[in-house]
């Protein structure tokens, strides 16, 4: 029995103690309009992304997570903008943020409609770069400045 729960112990502490991986999207449309989504639960704009589920790949963390967020297709990626892992980069919790740019298509729709309630295509010049969620202005940055990051 104890040996029981010195498993159970380190196995928790393995699921709680370790950073959450998730992905962001620079979903590019073929206008070269950015498109973002704004939050729920702080009401600021945000590239669209999530948490990677149990058994995905990145690949399929971000394709799951644009159709969910903005109604949109991957046709590619066009390129790996960074990796972001600041304890403090996310105020819920510990994560690592993979963020590629994204060539999409489509017609914009929310299907998460509890996380989110605006979505909108934004030309590089009118994005509400200072006032994003979490360290997204960073993100933005660094893409616009043609960086691949690991911070």
Not at 10 to 27: D, E, K, N, Q, Y
Not at 36 to 44: A, E, P, W
Not at 45 to 64: A, H, K, Y
Not at 66 to 80: A, Q
């Amino acid at each position: 029995m104890q040996q029981l729960w010195r498993l159970l112990q380190a196995g928790l502490g393995v699921i709680f103690r370790h950073p959450i991986t998730g992905t962001s999207i620079i979903p590019v449309l073929p206008d070269g309009r950015i498109v973002l989504v704004q939050r729920r639960d702080n009401g600021k704009w945000s590239l669209p992304g999530g948490i990677v589920e149990w058994g995905e790949d990145i690949l399929t963390s971000v394709q799951r997570e644009l159709v969910e967020e903005t109604g949109l297709n991957l046709i590619k990626i066009n390129r790996l903008v960074g990796v972001y892992s600041d304890p403090s980069r996310d105020p819920r919790f510990h994560s690592i943020c993979v963020v590629v740019e994204a060539a999409v298509e489509g017609d914009l729709h929310i299907q998460d409609t509890l996380e989110l309630m605006n979505i909108q295509a934004f030309s590089p010049s009118d994005i509400p770069q200072g006032t994003l969620s979490h360290d997204h202005d960073r993100h933005l940055q660094d893409y616009f400045q043609g960086l691949t990051v690991l911070a």
